[in-house]
Nanobody, 126 residues
Framework: QVQLAESGGGLVQAGGSLRLSCAAS????????MGWFRQAPGKEREFVSA???????????MYADAVKGRFTISRDNAKNTVNLQMNSLNPEDTAVYYC????????????????WGQGTQVTVSS
């Protein structure tokens, strides 16, 4: 089992950057496929990015089209964290951002993830 906690959210102007971090208070994140999702007010939770468990060839990464080229997901195994660097933010990125962990699937589907953090608020002003 793993317990997740997000940090790094806040208020930023359009065009700015934020770096979110997902840390595990219990468990080792390298064992898990990790995902970032977000939920804006009145909208369903949506996929943002995911990074796979390590393999002989490294990691597999995928992004939602809406964030491709602006967001970068990465692992810091020494710190047992998964990070989401968010650049060129716009008001449409305003949401609560959640990290999630899955032992079995590297996926865009939220129901494939077994463990979730409490979320961190990101607000982008215009």
């Amino acid at each position: 089992q793993v317990q997740l906690a997000e940090s790094g959210g806040g208020l930023v102007q359009a065009g700015g950057s934020l770096r979110l971090s997902c840390a595990a208070s219990e468990g080792t994140l390298v064992r898990y496929n990790m995902g970032w999702f977000r939920q804006a007010p009145g909208k369903e939770r949506e996929f943002v990015s995911a990074i796979s468990q390590p393999s002989w060839s490294g990691y597999s990464i995928m992004y939602a089209d809406a964030v491709k080229g602006r967001f970068t997901i990465s692992r810091d195994n020494a710190k047992n964290t998964v990070n989401l660097q968010m650049n060129s933010l716009n008001p449409e990125d305003t949401a609560v951002y959640y990290c999630a962990a899955s032992l079995s699937k590297w996926s865009k589907i939220s129901s494939d993830y077994n463990y979730w953090g409490q979320g961190t608020q990101v607000t982008v002003s215009s």
